[in-house]
């Protein structure tokens, strides 16, 4: 414990400098799927007052419990009066998010109004980040027409989400008008690019898919080169499943490369402990000789040393 402080404080000078400190290593945890620790350093950070690791602090309570608690409500609240949108929309939100509570009136208008007098100017003055936080406080409004209408300005601004987010709102919601699927399907991979291209992993990864899925094998495995350089779990996790199968998998990747498709599987489980991986691992060892495992063995120990994987989960999304 000794050491732990000596070492945050070492980092930091002061209280908000070790409330961001704190923060940083709990949405790190957080984004890897660890949420007891995440909430550890979130509730600790929050506890010195920064209002956005009060916001996690109350999604992963909130999400534990399937409603919001008490606890929850109280770390939502503080997030809110630091001007967090997201937290405001979660006091705004309609549906049965009290559970078994019966003292949780939110006075949901007045933070769903909250909300859109803070996000509103900052969007309408240029704030890419405040168009997208823009979208998600007219979705709970009820205003999908507005909330297109943002998300759209802030992926033809350059926000790499919300090229990825249009995408997928085009592609699962159906929104906006096309005359024909193909027109629809033709910007959903506009978008995907774009986003892509930014560097948005998840982007990537999907748009490695969906190249696949219509049969252009040569832009798909232009992408899966690319998701080895990520650190995002699904990008990793299938950019060695491909590489181990090569020619006869379905991405039909030029060659299979089994040490470093095997070496990639053994540093992914190595830094994040994935049960599924160890079963894609079990699965492919009797097929490859004790060389190919050898040199795999070896060639994992400098994949991914040091590198945090991420699940790049959604602030308000989930």
């Known amino acids: 414990m000794l050491l732990v402080a000596t070492t945050l404080f070492a980092r930091a000078e002061t209280s908000g400098d070790v409330a961001e400190v704190l923060f940083q290593d709990g949405y790190?945890?957080?984004q890897q799927q660890y949420?007891?620790?995440?909430?550890?350093?979130?509730?600790?950070?929050?506890?010195?007052?920064?209002?956005?690791?009060?916001?996690?602090?109350?999604?992963i309570l909130r999400r534990n419990h399937t409603y919001i608690t008490e606890e929850a409500e109280a770390f939502y609240r503080q997030a809110a009066e630091g001007e967090d949108v997201y937290?405001?929309?979660?006091?705004?939100?309609?549906?049965?998010?009290?559970?078994?509570?019966?003292?949780?009136?939110?006075?949901r208008q007045e933070w769903l109004q909250r909300a859109l007098n803070?996000?509103?100017?900052?969007?309408?003055?240029?704030?890419?980040?405040?168009?997208k936080?823009?979208?998600?406080?007219?979705?709970?409004?009820?205003?999908?027409?507005?909330?297109?209408?943002w998300i759209q300005r802030a992926a033809e601004g350059?926000?790499?989400?919300?090229?990825y987010w249009v995408a997928i709102l085009l592609e699962e919601q159906d929104m906006g008008f096309y005359w024909t699927e193909a027109g629809r399907r033709a910007d959903m991979l506009k978008w995907l690019k774009a986003s892509a291209e930014h560097g948005f992993p998840k982007a990537m990864f999907k748009l490695a898919v969906e190249y696949k899925e219509d049969g252009r094998f040569d832009q798909a495995n232009g992408w899966v080169d690319r998701l080895g350089q990520t650190d995002y779990f699904d990008a990793l996790y299938n950019y060695g499943l491909i590489l181990l199968e090569g020619p006869k998998g379905m991405f039909k990747y030029p060659a299979a490369k089994p040490v470093e498709g095997l070496a990639v599987l053994m540093?992914?489980?190595?830094?994040?402990?994935?049960?599924?991986?160890?079963?894609?691992?079990?699965?492919?060892?009797?097929?490859?000789?004790?060389?190919?495992?050898?040199e795999a063995e070896v060639l994992s120990r400098e994949l991914l040393v040091d590198t945090p994987?991420?699940?790049?989960?959604?602030?308000?999304?989930?």
């Open 28 to 30: 790190t945890l957080y």
């Open 35 to 59: 949420s007891p620790n995440a909430f550890t350093k979130f509730k600790e950070a929050a506890q010195l007052g920064h209002a956005k690791a009060a916001y996690y602090a109350g999604n």
């Open 87 to 107: 937290a405001m929309l979660r006091l705004a939100q309609k549906g049965n998010f009290c559970g078994t509570l019966r003292n949780c009136d939110y006075g």
């Open 118 to 131: 803070s996000v509103l100017p900052k969007a309408e003055a240029g704030d890419l980040e405040a168009m």
């Open 133 to 149: 936080e823009a979208y998600s406080v007219y979705r709970v409004a009820g205003d999908k027409k507005k909330a297109w209408g």
């Open 158 to 163: 350059g926000h790499a989400f919300s090229q």
């Open 267 to 294: 540093a992914l489980h190595r830094q994040t402990g994935s049960a599924a991986v160890q079963r894609s691992i079990d699965k492919r060892l009797p097929s490859l000789t004790t060389e190919v495992v050898t």
């Open 309 to 318: 994987i991420l699940h790049y989960l959604p602030k308000f999304g989930i």
